[in-house]
């Protein structure tokens, strides 16, 4: 079965501190996405990234950066140089794509981590 | 623009009541869901359609019910709503198998007395 466990439930900086949000994911299936979704105190999902697993290269987007290692299962989010507007709980989310695989093709979420930046 | 829509935003029923949760996506999308979103779980998989006439159950299936009779519309329909089932509920869409993205609503909170 798939899962994905983000074991920080809170975590608290001052602003200008860099950020690390762990996810760990397991799967049976060599053919998956993972993602991270943002969702700031107004409530909605904001789609931050997808990366597919023959794709180990590490993305960074402006402050934002991921590091994969299918070695370790796990798909680490960095923020740099926090800001309050990153205030949000961020949840990492496991896609298998194979139809025949039992619980394929749907998107199975962590348990969020709440990150609080203080000014 | 195309968009995902949630109806209504905020409900307070009474245990026992049927309630339906309306969705609707304008991207002409295959794939829908719905999610519900509680402390210390994430987000759990209600029920999921692939299309018109195809429904699943997902990991927390129990006490809720969806209809896809068009590819617009995923209604969520709680046949006798427990207290249990005070949650914030979230619709998503995507286009299919290939493209992953799936696009949220802006969710529904409901709050079972």
């Known amino acids: 079965a798939q899962k994905v466990t983000q074991a920080q439930t809170e975590i608290s900086v001052v602003e200008k501190e860099d950020v690390t949000l762990d996810c760990v994911y397991e799967t049976r299936d060599t053919t998956y996405y993972l993602f991270w979704y943002k969702q700031p105190p107004s409530g909605e999902l904001v789609f931050l990234i997808r990366?597919?697993?023959?794709?180990?290269q590490n993305e960074i987007s402006g402050r934002y950066s991921w590091n994969f290692q299918k070695s370790t299962s796990s798909f680490n989010f960095t923020i740099t140089a926090s800001q309050v507007v990153d205030s949000a709980v961020y949840f990492c989310?496991?896609?298998?794509?194979?139809?025949?695989?039992?619980?394929?093709?749907?998107?199975?979420f962590g348990q969020g981590t709440r990150l609080t930046i203080n000014p | 623009d195309a968009e995902i829509t949630q109806s209504p935003r905020h409900k307070i029923t009474e245990t026992g009541r049927q309630v339906t949760l309306a969705c609707h996506q304008t991207?002409?999308?295959?794939?829908m869901f719905w999610y519900r979103q509680d402390l210390g779980h994430g987000l759990r998989l209600i029920h999921y359609?692939?299309?018109?006439?195809?429904?699943n159950k997902g990991e927390v299936s129990d006490g809720y019910s969806v209809s896809r009779s068009n590819t617009e519309d995923l209604p969520l329909t709680l046949e006798s709503a427990a207290s249990s089932q005070t949650s914030v509920y979230f619709c998503?869409?995507?286009?299919?198998?290939?493209?992953?993205?799936?696009?949220f609503g802006p969710g529904t909170r409901l709050t079972v007395t």
């Open positions: 998503a869409s995507s286009e299919g198998p290939g493209q992953l993205k799936q696009y």
């Open positions: 991207w002409n999308h295959n794939n």
């Open positions: 990366r597919n697993s023959f794709d180990e």
């Open positions: 989310a496991l896609y298998q794509l194979r139809r025949h695989i039992q619980g394929a093709q749907k998107l199975v």
């Open positions: 359609s692939y299309g018109v006439q195809d429904t």
